[in-house]
T-cell receptor, first 113, second 115 residues
Framework: RKEVEQDPGPFNVPEGATVAFNCTYS??????FFWYRQDCRKEPKLLMS???SGNEDGRFTAQLNRASQYISLLIRDSKLSDSATYLC??????????????FGQGTILTVHP | GAGVSQSPSNKVTEKGKDVELRCDPI?????LYWYRQSLGQGLEFLIY????????KSGLPSDRFSAERTGGSVSTLTIQRTQQEDSAVYLC?????????????FGDGTRLSIL
């Protein structure tokens, strides 16, 4: 089983739609959680950190459920510019792997006119 | 620019040659990470530096891979006797310190192609 698993996608949605991505992680010792965005042939860029209480940044809402080891990302009012691959990322703490990021395979989102 | 800088941006070489990839982290960032992303694959952790030491080398795929960091700044990833399966984008990331909450900032990557 992969350490971080995501919806495989791809998601193909019209502008203005709401879309949600899910992610599960297997290591219960994981401490920090992020969503990164990666455009084609570009480096990953931090979209947002995910906090236990859930957090929102404009049209983006992230949720964390530690009991279920589940993370989600909701995008409201999708824009064409949201088209990208969304990476669920988990960071563990402790031991020699402190700080190592573990990435999901990514979910491809295409927003069309 | 104040971001993570990697060079070269592209490297094409013949199988069996050695290659050296360079990463300049953001100034003052003590933690540095190497990852690679193969075609159709997710990002894969290679090695982590805190200062000049590498407490976690667990992701290096074989003994042909090595990395060093000097002066707590620049890092080089060396691949000896390259194989075709080494073809990938090699990404470097840095963060201000090794704390759980600090995100990592990525460079543009080096696209390595082994012929």
């Amino acid at each position: 089983r992969k350490e971080v698993e995501q919806d495989p996608g791809p998601f193909n949605v019209p502008e203005g739609a709401t879309v949600a991505f899910n992610c599960t992680y297997s290591n219960s010792a994981s401490q920090s959680f992020f969503w990164y965005r990666q455009d084609c042939r570009k480096e990953p860029k931090l979209l947002m950190s995910v906090y236990s209480s859930g957090n929102e940044d404009g049209r983006f809402t992230a949720q964390l459920n530690r009991a279920s080891q589940y993370i989600s990302l909701l995008i409201r009012d999708s824009k064409l510019s949201d088209s990208a691959t969304y990476l669920c990322v988990v960071r563990n703490a402790g031991g020699t792997s402190y700080g190592k990021l573990t990435f999901g395979q990514g979910t491809i989102l295409t927003v069309h006119p | 620019g104040a971001g993570v800088s990697q060079s070269p941006s592209n490297k094409v070489t013949e199988k069996g040659k050695d290659v050296e990839l360079r990463c300049d982290p953001i100034s003052g960032h003590t933690a540095l990470y190497w990852y690679r992303q193969s075609l159709g694959q997710g990002l894969e952790f290679l090695i982590y530096f805190q200062g000049n030491s590498a407490p976690d080398k667990s992701g290096l795929p074989s003994d042909r891979f090595s990395a060093e960091r000097t002066g707590g700044s620049v890092s080089t990833l060396t691949i000896q006797r390259t194989q075709q399966e080494d073809s990938a984008v090699y990404l470097c990331a840095s963060s201000p310190e090794d704390r759980p909450i600090k995100p990592q900032h990525f460079g543009d990557g080096t696209r390595l192609s082994i012929l």
